[in-house]
């Protein structure tokens, strides 16, 4: 179940990477990240997204 569960946030991750936007949580709600408006924060957490999946694959 978690290693699918990983694969998954590692296709969404590749997929945001790909498009240039993704969505994460920001306080009680969901914010919009766009690479193009804010760089760092885009990849930072991407970068988030990508480690979780790793962890989701290989730890649990």
Do not use: D, N
């Not at 969404?12 to 709600?29: D, K, N, V």
């Not at 914010?31 to 957490?45: D, H, K, M, Q």
């Amino acid at each position: 179940m978690f290693k699918l569960l990983g694969v998954l946030v590692l296709a969404y991750a590749g997929w945001a990477a790909w498009r240039g936007e993704l969505q994460a949580r920001s306080g009680f709600r969901w914010a919009l990240i766009r690479r193009t408006e804010s760089p760092g924060y885009f990849w930072a957490v991407l970068a988030c997204y990508v480690l979780l999946g790793i962890a989701l694959s290989t730890v649990f």
